[in-house]
């Protein structure tokens, strides 16, 4: 299995603020993955986060809303920038592990834009 | 693009019954199929994953099927308990890295 943490865990932010989201890992993987679960909806994928190089997007997600740093093999952020109300959704990071290459999620971060 | 649809959306069954849960996918061009529990305000928590050369797994009181040529996989849950109230989603991934995820099925077992 993977334990992943995330920082914060919830947040309530005012519209036009950015918040960066911490995923950390305990052990080193290649990808690590960012998605997003609007109220009520399903999770949608928003980039893959590769150490060493720029993170690749998703249809309908652009680097300049939605930057990301990946430094090392354990750990990423997703910032999420200029924020209005329709950002409001759980962000969630995930691994996959082992030979069977399961998928691990993080506990999420819940954010608020007012 | 893959399509992943669960049916129902929601179920509220009695403590103790049997229920299976329903996932399809419109392209059978899978790697695996993996089946998740999301408890309110939660992350996910891992159940099953069925690679796309098998018909199916077991843990526990679920059991998970898949047919690939069909595009469905099932989620069986025996001898339902209160703590498996949960939404219950599933999640394909393609050749690659790329995952699509169900809908989800919001499941209340009643004591």
């Known amino acids: 299995s993977a334990v992943i943490s995330q920082k914060p865990s919830r947040d309530i932010c005012q519209r036009g603020t950015s918040l960066t989201i911490q995923c950390q890992v305990d052990s080193q993987v290649t990808m690590m993955f960012w998605y997003r679960q609007q109220p009520g909806q399903s999770l949608t994928l928003i980039a893959t986060a590769n150490q060493g190089s720029e993170a690749t997007y998703e249809s309908g997600f652009v680097i300049d809303k939605f930057p990301i740093s990946r430094p090392n093999l354990t750990f990423s952020t997703l910032t999420v920038s200029n924020m209005s109300p329709e950002d409001s959704s759980i962000y969630l990071c995930?691994?996959?592990?082992?030979?069977?290459?399961?998928?691990?999620f993080g506990p999420g971060t819940r954010l608020t834009v007012l | 693009k893959q399509e992943v649809t669960q049916i129902p959306a929601a179920l509220s069954v009695p403590e103790g019954e049997n229920l299976v849960l329903n996932c399809s996918f419109t392209d059978s061009a899978i790697y695996n199929l993996q089946w998740f529990r999301q408890d309110p305000g939660k992350g996910l928590t891992s159940l099953l994953l069925?690679?796309?050369?098998?018909r199916e797994q077991t843990s526990g009181r679920l059991n998970a099927s898949l047919d690939k040529s069909s595009g469905r996989s099932t989620l069986y849950i025996a001898a339902s308990q209160p703590g498996d109230s949960a939404t219950y989603l599933c999640?394909?991934?393609?050749?690659?890295?790329?995952?699509?995820f169900g809908t989800g099925t919001s499941l209340t077992v009643i004591p």
């Open positions: 069925i690679q796309s050369s098998q």
């Open positions: 995930s691994v996959n592990r082992g030979g069977a290459d399961t998928q691990y």
């Open positions: 999640a394909v991934r393609r050749i690659g890295n790329q995952f699509y």
